[in-house]
């Protein structure tokens, strides 16, 4: 299991490449929720793989690649509208917020679910 992130994207993107054979993309969400952020990543994810994958087999992936073209340009506003980020600033969260948004900040780091902890394989 690996942990992604707009952080991390090219971490993840490039893990999932070297796999070499299809993956499961599991959006955490919140409290069992759907989250719109977790999706919008997952739609960045798709666009990076979309040349070694086919994001159309699934209407999940598909639904998640056109909300990241949708939000891209402006992603800090267009991920204002979601509950959770709406939740979070009201938490005075908003640095945080702006924070994860950055895309890449973190390309080399991969944590990834190794015998009940997280490691760094990055």
Known sequence: M???????LAAVADFVR??????????????GQFCLED????GALAARLASE????????????LHL?????????????QSAHVRRLNSL???????FCLQIDAYAQ???????????NNG
Do not use: M
Request: aromatic share 12%; hydrophobic share 50%.
């Open 2 to 8: 690996v942990v992604g992130a707009f952080l991390n």
């Open 18 to 31: 070297a796999q070499g054979r299809e993956v499961l993309v599991v959006c955490a969400g919140w409290k």
């Open 39 to 42: 999706t919008v990543f997952g």
């Open 53 to 64: 994958f086919d994001v159309r087999s699934s209407d999940a992936a598909l639904a998640a």
């Open 68 to 80: 990241w073209q949708q939000g891209k340009a402006d992603l800090s506003n267009y991920l204002l």
């Open 92 to 98: 005075e969260a908003s640095k945080d917020f702006e």
């Open 109 to 119: 780091v991969l944590p990834l679910w190794q015998h009940d902890r997280l490691i």
